[in-house]
């Protein structure tokens, strides 16, 4: 599985990339292949107010339905209006083309509580035991 050394992870497969006060979002490669083929996906609103652990998007695939959760806190200043036609693109590419939104973040302190891609890439490992 891809994992990205710059970005910042939950326990629920999702990533942030910090970029001063604002992150973009998404899940993970493992969470895509997970879910298999990506057939629809609900990006958070522009302006939309998002809350770290809580649902902000829901992704379907050939196997299930799932939500998103924020990995932190802030409002959405730009969604991925791609996936609405190319939801592929997650599977395709999670960290670049497929991401979700960009947020203003306005809970800095929030970082302490995501996983660095090493304790990331551990957890992963802990879950296929």
């Known amino acids: 599985m891809d994992t990205p050394d710059n970005l910042l992870y939950t326990k629920e497969h999702e990533w942030a990339r910090i970029d001063g006060d604002n992150a973009v979002i998404g899940i993970t490669d493992y969470a895509q292949h997970a879910l298999g083929d990506i057939t629809f996906v609900d990006v958070p609103k522009v302006g939309s107010k998002i809350k770290q652990s809580e649902w902000c998007a829901t ?10 959760y924020a990995p932190l806190t802030g409002e959405v200043v730009k969604a991925n209006a ?8 997650v599977n395709k590419s ?5 991401w979700f939104a960009r947020i203003r973040i306005t809970d800095p302190s929030e970082k302490s509580k995501l996983m660095t891609p090493s304790q990331y890439k551990e957890y992963i490992q802990n879950l296929s035991k």
Do not use: C, F
Request: hydrophobic fraction near 40%.
């Open 94 to 98: 999670a960290y670049e083309s497929g």
């Open 59 to 68: 992704v379907e695939s050939v196997k299930a339905a799932s939500d998103v």
């Open 82 to 89: 791609q996936l609405a036609s190319h939801p592929e693109l």
